[in-house]
């Protein structure tokens, strides 16, 4: 049995940290996007809006009861042949928008639980003052919500960055793309492959860490 080539490997860590960008700007567009669907979907079920809310609620079914990869195929391989608009959509943006699609679903079951989380005393005494729904959770509880939500959102992010390795199924060369393509001329795929493994690895070591530090910044804020 042969070794680990290192020197391939240490070779090869330049070429797959030069895709580091292209996977923070998939993840963190797709974390946006998610961000703001999935509020505005938590503020939907919350006040049960008419319609609307059933249709939100079928689209959280169908995103959390389906797996990524299908929803990734369905969306770059299946669409395009009934929309015609969606033929014309990159590798990339397909990955971004399944990926907030996906990842909204699950986020707006947790920002509506942070929303009810806050103590229904804040409700009441915003209604008394006549604030708006409106202002009342731009100014009032959405605030509150944002810091029981902050730690569940954070994980979703790093989530949301292990997963675009499956942009590289859309044929996009991100990380894994590239880790792949290199194995492939190399026939050195447990080192490609591990390479890809612990640049991942080091990336959600140091966003876990900043989540911690941001835990402990918003805890401070909040103690007497």
Do not use: C
Request: charged share 15%.
């Amino acid at each position: 049995m042969d070794g680990l080539d290192t020197g391939y490997m240490i070779g090869l860590f330049p070429i797959i940290l030069s895709y580091v960008p292209l996977t923070l700007t998939m993840a963190v567009t797709a974390m946006a996007g998610a961000l703001v669907l999935a509020s505005a979907q938590a503020i939907i079920r919350i006040f049960r809006l008419p319609v609307i809310d059933q249709l939100v609620a079928l689209f959280i079914s169908f995103f959390r009861g389906t797996p990524l990869l299908v929803q990734l195929f369905l969306f770059y391989y299946g669409l395009p042949r009934v929309v015609s608009a969606l033929t014309s959509i990159d590798g990339v943006t397909a990955a971004i928008i399944g990926l907030t699609l996906h990842f909204s679903a699950y986020m707006a079951e947790s920002i509506r639980a942070a929303i009810l989380g806050v103590d229904r005393s804040q409700w009441e005494a915003s209604e008394a003052i006549g604030m708006t729904r409106g202002q009342m959770l731009r100014r009032i509880i959405l605030p509150q919500a944002a810091r029981i939500a902050a730690p569940t959102l954070m994980n979703y992010f790093i989530d949301i960055i292990k997963s675009t390795s499956l942009a590289f199924t859309l044929g996009v060369t991100e990380m894994m793309g590239a880790a792949q393509k290199e194995a492939a001329g190399s026939f050195l795929y447990l080192e490609a492959f591990l390479v890809v493994a612990f640049i991942y690895w080091g990336m959600v070591e140091f966003f876990s860490f900043f989540q911690r530090q941001l835990e402990v910044r918003m805890q401070k804020a909040f103690v007497r």
